[in-house]
């Protein structure tokens, strides 16, 4: 006789059935069942986690990652060229081998960071610091001019000597006018037709700033300075006629001051090759450096020498690490390496102009503007000089020579440019 089946009990109303209620596993028993707060726990984690991460890279654009990365590479390469042009010098001034480098590198430590503070701010601070810090780093440059506390090298009066460290109030000021200049013209934009609202307060205030640098005697930075004055006037929409006069005045300016000084009169005879073309005599000192550069890039030829193995840095070619590093690169690494420093350069400009195209500030569009003049124009005037296409002129070669206030001034400039990027959308860059 069979047993009926015994009856199973109600359920409560609302109460849900448990997965083990009504499929039991193979055994016959039913499983444990898994409370609700274990269930969600690991999902709520994982859900915040992809919340958090996408907060963190969503604020940042394509064309930030894409100017971010050209810096750090540039940073990089110039720290390795930095360790060959000058493993000799610092050897035989008793710092070892690795002497420049180590003060190079200490540099980039304090300007990558720097860099990556700038690029947090946002848009009012910049315009809360353009006067304080023009007129700041202006005032530091009146020290180097009028006080015992500049310091000449190579007949350039452009260094403050504090408490035995030495820095370039000059390269500062580069990067407070950049700042200014956005800041300025943004509050003037529709005012650009009346020369009053330029020449006064841009020629007035930034050209001040700039005639302190020029009273230095540094006409290699008076030039950089000056093309991102101008720069900054193009790419605000100014009327080509009203910079007829300034452009004149500037250049009338630069041959006085040019011809008024015997050591830019003898480079620019050396670069007229007054004497220059001696291959068996004696070479005079202003021929020493182009001519020994122009012999470091034929040496490269297309593939170079190799890294390290250059023969010019074995005290042939002055300033090897700085403003003629590029002849260095020429010529370990060949017409490929050099190639691929322009094309750096190059990529580097168009990063600006995505992030001057995806601007919807003026401020932003024309500081960052003044920002790619500097550096993409003070580059290329590097590698003119490198190549004689230029007078020598004393400008380092940007992100890749050596020198610390100028590393750390442009890494903070392009940090300001990162600022502006930060948030824009790949979209709207790209179209």
């Not at 990089?76 to 930095?82: D, N, R, S």
Request: proline share 5%.
């Amino acid at each position: 006789m069979s047993t009926p089946p015994r009856a199973r009990a109600p359920r409560p109303p609302g109460r849900p059935v448990a997965p083990s209620e009504s499929s039991p596993d193979a055994g016959g028993e039913a499983s444990r069942p898994t409370p609700d707060s274990e269930k969600s726990a690991p999902h709520i984690a994982g859900a915040f986690a992809r919340i958090t991460l996408g907060r963190v890279f969503k604020a940042e654009s394509t064309n930030y990652f894409l100017l971010l990365g050209i810096t750090l590479f540039l940073v990089a390469f110039g720290l390795v060229m930095v360790l060959s042009s000058s493993s000799v010098d610092s050897y035989l001034a008793d710092a070892g081998f690795f002497g420049g480098l180590l003060r190079q590198g200490g540099f980039a430590l304090i300007g990558l960071p720097l860099m990556l503070v700038a690029s947090k701010m946002p848009i009012a601070f910049w315009k809360r610091v353009a006067w304080p810090g023009l007129l700041f780093t202006s005032f530091l440059q009146c020290l180097v001019v009028f006080t015992p506390l500049g310091y000449t090298i190579a007949g350039n009066t452009n260094w403050l000597s504090i408490g035995g460290i030495q820095f370039q109030p000059s390269e500062g000021i580069k990067m407070a006018l950049v700042v200014w200049l956005g800041m300025i013209l943004e509050q003037k934009k529709d005012l650009l037709a009346d020369w009053r609202h330029v020449f006064i307060p841009v020629f007035g205030v930034g050209g001040g700033s700039i005639m302190l640098v020029m009273i230095g005697g540094d006409l290699g930075t008076v030039m950089i300075m000056a093309g991102i004055l101008f720069g900054a006037l193009f790419f605000a929409g100014v009327n080509l006629r009203l910079l007829a006069i300034p452009v004149v005045a500037g250049i009338l300016g630069a041959l006085v001051l040019a011809l008024t000084s015997s050591n830019r009169l003898t480079r620019i005879m050396s670069f007229m090759n007054e004497g220059c073309d001696q291959l068996g005599g004696a070479i005079s000192a202003s021929c020493w450096q182009p001519l020994h550069g122009t012999w470091a890039l034929a040496n490269g030829g297309i593939f170079g020498v190799g890294l390290g193995n250059s023969k010019a840095k074995w005290s042939w070619l002055p300033a090897a690490d700085n403003d003629y590093i590029f002849a260095i690169v020429g010529e370990e690494l060949g017409l490929i390496g050099a190639i691929v420093v322009l094309g750096m350069f190059i990529l580097l400009a168009f990063a600006f102009l995505r992030i001057m195209r995806g601007s919807t500030s003026v401020m932003s569009r024309i500081t960052t503007a003044s920002v790619m003049v500097w550096i993409i124009g003070q580059a290329f005037v590097n590698i003119g000089v490198v190549l004689g296409v230029f007078p020598v002129l004393g400008v380092p070669l940007p992100l890749i020579s050596a020198g610390g206030t100028a590393l750390v001034t442009t890494l903070v400039a392009i940090g300001i440019v990162l600022s502006f990027a930060r948030g824009q959308e790949s979209g709207s860059s790209a179209r």
